[in-house]
């Protein structure tokens, strides 16, 4: 029996237990382009998956920013607006919700452009 028979006998014989899996050894190794093995481990999946479940919030306290000084940013929206003319409910409504949406794409852009800027400019 060659070196090969061997490798693929005893991979057929491998049984993999989710159970016995140690959250300290890698769940797989994959060698990076310097070199490294780099280790994907169960902690590294966890601390990953908190930080994606949590980022949410984050996202919730910035609306909720917005909606405390409400009755001040509708007062400015409708003395900015009066130059033009009277503003009804409705229009100051979708005035100030238009201005919430914006204030969170302008933090997603803000966020994506970054790392460009940082490179552009430096850091």
């Known amino acids: 029996m060659d070196d090969k028979e061997k490798q693929i006998d005893s991979a057929e014989k491998t049984d993999f237990n989710l159970n016995e899996v140690n959250p300290a050894e890698p769940v797989s190794e994959e060698t990076t382009a310097a ?41 400015f929206l409708n003395s900015s607006y009066q130059r033009y003319g009277e503003l009804s409910e409705t229009g100051l409504t979708w005035l100030y919700a238009l201005t919430v949406s914006l204030y969170a794409i302008g933090g997603a852009v803000g966020a994506l452009a970054a790392a460009p800027m940082g490179d552009i400019l430096g850091r």
């Open 35 to 75: 070199g490294e093995k780099g280790r994907l481990t169960v902690w590294v999946v966890y601390a990953t998956a908190i930080v994606s479940i949590f980022s949410s919030l984050q996202f919730g306290y910035n609306t909720g920013v917005m909606t405390a000084p409400s009755n001040h940013i509708r007062d």
